[in-house]
T-cell receptor, first 111, second 114 residues
Framework: GIQVEQSPPDLILQEGANSTLRCNFSDSVNNLQWFHQNPWGQLINLFYIPSGTKQNGRLSATTVATERYSLLYISSSQTTDSGVYFCAVEQNTGTASKLTFGTGTRLQVTL | DGGITQSPKYLFRKEGQNVTLSCEQNLNHDAMYWYRQDPGQGLRLIYYSQIVNDFQKGDIAEGYSVSREKKESFPLTVTSAQKNPTAFYLC?????????????FGDGTRLSIL
């Protein structure tokens, strides 16, 4: 099956710093989602981004499907950004939206 | 407010016991999904259902069972055949069946073995 690799696995930032998280995938995909899992386990949709660039406040994401990677940018990080960031990709199964998740990037933002 | 409700938040199971996790959505979504998350790992698909009275196995279905008798409900039963059930379980849904849909998640149920 498709492999999804995220880097770095762990990241510690001081509040106010910027960061880039990367997601590489081993095969062509139909769609890609970025999620933030907060310390309580809630999984929050950040972006649904099969290709191109999207921005939402301090966050933005870019997917280059032809080169099989996606980037998540976090600017002016805040302590509330702490948690685990997952990317998940969807392949064309023909029948269902089936996501394959990476193992995540664990982000800790300190004061 | 519309959303996905999972209950209970915490669940404890004795050895050899079946337990059922609830997932209810009032989003009028057609498709629903169950995932398992182990510590430090991503999510893995257990079962999914695209329409009432139909469901399909995901990547790790052994030891689990589901039903989809109503559009809004997709309960997951963790059977005694699941030898390592301790995990965080997440339910998700999409507006319609088929691919190309963003998935929306509930808040999860943490299952532990006594």
């Amino acid at each position: 099956g498709i492999q999804v690799e995220q880097s770095p696995p762990d990241l510690i930032l001081q509040e106010g710093a910027n960061s880039t998280l990367r997601c590489n995938f081993s095969d062509s995909v139909n769609n890609l989602q970025w999620f933030h899992q907060n310390p309580w386990g809630q999984l929050i949709n950040l972006f649904y981004i099969p290709s191109g660039t999207k921005q939402n406040g301090r966050l933005s994401a870019t997917t280059v499907a032809t080169e099989r990677y996606s980037l998540l940018y976090i600017s002016s990080s805040q302590t509330t950004d702490s948690g685990v960031y997952f990317c998940a990709v969807e392949q064309n199964t023909g029948t269902a939206s089936k996501l394959t998740f990476g193992t995540g990037t664990r982000l800790q933002v300190t004061l | 407010d519309g959303g996905i409700t999972q209950s209970p938040k915490y669940l404890f199971r004795k050895e050899g016991q079946n337990v059922t996790l609830s997932c209810e959505q009032n989003l009028n979504h057609d498709a629903m999904y169950w995932y398992r998350q182990d510590p430090g790992q991503g999510l893995r698909l257990i079962y999914y259902s695209q329409i009432v009275n139909d469901f399909q196995k995901g990547d790790i279905a052994e030891g689990y069972s589901v039903s989809r008798e109503k559009k809004e409900s997709f309960p997951l039963t963790v059977t005694s055949a699941q030898k390592n059930p301790t995990a965080f379980y997440l339910c998700a849904s999409t507006i319609t069946r088929g691919w190309g849909q963003p998935q929306h998640f509930g808040d999860g149920t943490r299952l532990s073995i006594l």
